[in-house]
């Protein structure tokens, strides 16, 4: 049995690229492993963020969780913030990695480039550390995320070898980095040379789908999202960046391969393709937002599995800490 382990920041409505990226498989992994999936607070607040609505954001990440098919009888979820553990480990490790490792960092090295470097915080620079520490707390084998956090994992797993070689043990799991087949990285449809993101600005945010978004709304940034000159439903990432990025979404919700979606779609219009693109996405969002919904106003129920979560993450993460707290000699 595996343990494994993924989460999501509440920075802003999440996009159709975190759920077919990372939350949509979360409930395949529950049956035959231990599973801990968790609200990624602490993340939220390396931007400035409103309080009001980094909490409502809170709330929106387990809801989906839940409206996803995550069991809390088979998963342990939960809120990074209420786990006190992970800021020890997080202070304990930081001393385990580099500046210029850190640097390499590809969301880091945009995040420079977006933002004027007086308004980058220290806690962009170290965030990786922190997932990291996220990772090891529940000795994880299994990282289900998106491409975007492939590079992050990768670092978890240095630093783990780095600790273990240093110290002549296996006291910190390594941990794997599980992509879903497609998915892993959509792009925006407006300009599908970027990722879709939560933070897309205005300009290209109508190539953004937020889960949030009704049924007309998806339905028209589907059928306007950009193509090319072409007329052939066919994968070619390269030069049909937008065709593709819909082959990978379609993939994604019928469950087939690209070349079935090359045949199936043979001698079509990019029309006809983008309709039935819309019919894929809305036959699955809608009962999900309806689920949504339901979990969504019952905040009782949602503190209560919060609560529950962090006791069940809490007794896991104490032995864990304890561990590496011996090795290092605070203990
Ligand atoms: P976050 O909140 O940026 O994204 C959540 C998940 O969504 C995936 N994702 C995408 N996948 C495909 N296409 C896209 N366009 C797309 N955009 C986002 C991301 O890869 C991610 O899986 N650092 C993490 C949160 C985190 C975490 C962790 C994850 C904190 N600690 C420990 C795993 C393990 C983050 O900011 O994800």
Same mark, same amino acid.
């Given at each position: ?11 802003g409505?999440?996009?159709l690229?975190?759920?077919l990226?990372?939350?949509r498989?979360?409930?395949n992994?529950?049956a035959?492993?231990e ?5 990624a ?5 390396t931007?400035?963020?409103e309080?009001d609505?980094l909490?409502?954001?809170?709330y ?7 409206a ?5 009888e ?12 992970v800021s020890?480990?997080?202070t304990i ?15 880091y090295?945009?995040?420079?480039k ?15 550390v922190l ?8 000795d994880?084998?299994i990282?289900?995320v998106?491409?975007?956090?492939r590079?992050?994992v990768?670092?978890?797993h ?9 110290y ?6 390594l ?11 959509i ?6 040379s970027?990722?879709?993101s ?11 789908i937020?889960?949030?978004?009704? !049924? =007309? ?7 306007s %999202?950009?193509? #090319?000159?072409?007329t +052939?439903?066919i994968?070619d990432p390269?030069?049909k960046?937008?065709i593709?990025?819909l082959?990978?979404?379609y993939?994604a919700?019928?469950?087939?391969e690209?070349s079935?979606v090359?045949?199936?779609f043979e001698?079509?219009?990019y029309?006809?393709?983008?309709k039935?693109?819309a019919?894929a996405v ?7 937002? !309806? =689920? ?6 019952n905040? %009782?129920?949602? #503190?209560?599995?919060f +609560?529950?979560?962090?006791s ?5 993460a104490?032995?864990?800490l304890d ?9």
């Open positions: 049995m595996s343990r494994v382990l993924s989460g999501i920041k509440p920075t409505k999440l996009t690229g975190n759920y990226g990372s939350f498989n979360f409930h992994y529950q035959e492993n599973t801990f999936i968790f609200v607070d602490l993340h939220a607040l931007l400035p963020i309080p609505y909490n409502s954001n809170i929106d990440i387990i809801a989906y969780y839940l996803s098919g995550l069991d809390p088979k998963t342990v979820l939960f809120k990074q913030s209420d786990i006190y553990e020890v480990l997080d490790l930081i001393n385990y990695i580099y500046m210029g490792e850190l640097s390499r960092m590809i969301q090295k945009e995040k420079v977006e933002l004027n470097n007086a308004k980058i915080g220290v806690g962009i620079f170290t965030y990786p997932m990291a520490c996220d990772i090891f707390l529940y994880s084998d990282v289900p998106g491409e975007d956090q590079q992050h990768e670092l978890a240095d630093i783990a070898r780095r600790f273990n070689a240093r002549k043990g296996e006291y910190i799991k941990p794997h980095t599980a992509l879903p087949k497609a998915g892993k990285r792009m925006n449809l407006v300009d599908p970027r990722k879709m939560k933070s897309d600005d205005s300009a290209i945010s109508k190539g953004v937020y889960l949030e978004d009704n !049924e =007309k709304t998806i339905r028209k940034k589907i059928m %999202a950009v193509t #090319d000159s072409d +052939k439903v994968y390269t030069n960046p937008g593709s990025n082959i990978n979404i993939c919700f019928k469950n087939v690209v079935e090359e045949k199936r001698g079509a219009n029309g006809t393709f983008k039935a693109v019919d809305l036959e699955e969002l809608i009962p999900f937002k !309806e =689920k949504f919904n339901t979990y969504r106003q905040k %009782a129920l949602l #503190d209560q599995i +609560k529950d979560g962090a069940k993450a809490r007794k896991i104490d032995k864990v561990r590496i707290m011996k090795v290092v000699g605070l203990r």
